[in-house]
């Protein structure tokens, strides 16, 4: 029903962690939509660019909503040239890039848990931003 009803899946992060993506982009990888992003993470370090939209790449909700409309409309080429390049993202890659490596790894783990204490090895306090600090940053970035 997703892919039938809808141009684009907002996947915006509850968790505004460096390098933390949730699970609702991942997810959308593997399905016909466009993921409209917003977290502190770098999609575009994971992802080549052209497969998803990140809200922070916009002056304003206003400039977001307008390209999306543009995409659903006027400029359907773009719109199905990001769907191509996301269907041929896969682990079957001969690159030796991060996200062939990333895919890999996934599929090699499957089913199989680690645990850590991420207190010890990672400070969440560096790494990670409270919601009102963190949109605050975005609308500060943002260039009326």
């Known amino acids: 029903m997703l892919e039938r009803r ?7 992060e509850n968790s505004l962690c460096v390098d933390y993506v949730t699970e ?3 997810r959308t990888l593997q399905l016909d939509v466009v993921a409209v992003v917003l977290g502190a993470a770098n999609y575009s370090r994971l992802v ?3 497969v998803h939209v990140d809200v922070r790449d916009f002056r304003s909700p206003r400039h977001l909503a307008d ?5 659903m409309t006027r400029d ?3 719109y199905a040239d ?9 682990c079957s890659s001969n690159d030796d890039d991060f996200q062939t490596k990333l895919c890999r790894y996934l599929y090699e783990t499957q089913g199989k848990t680690r645990t ?3 207190h010890v090895s990672w400070n ?8 009102r600090t963190f949109y605050r940053g975005v609308a500060d970035m943002i260039a009326y």
């Open 24 to 26: 609702k982009f991942w």
């Open 67 to 71: 390209r999306l409309r543009e995409l």
């Open 116 to 118: 850590t204490d991420l």
């Open 6 to 12: 809808y141009f684009f899946y907002l996947a915006f």
């Open 76 to 78: 359907l080429d773009t």
């Open 124 to 131: 969440d306090r560096v790494m990670c931003a409270m919601p």
């Open 82 to 90: 990001m769907l191509e390049r996301k269907r041929r993202l896969n």
């Open 48 to 50: 080549p660019p052209g």
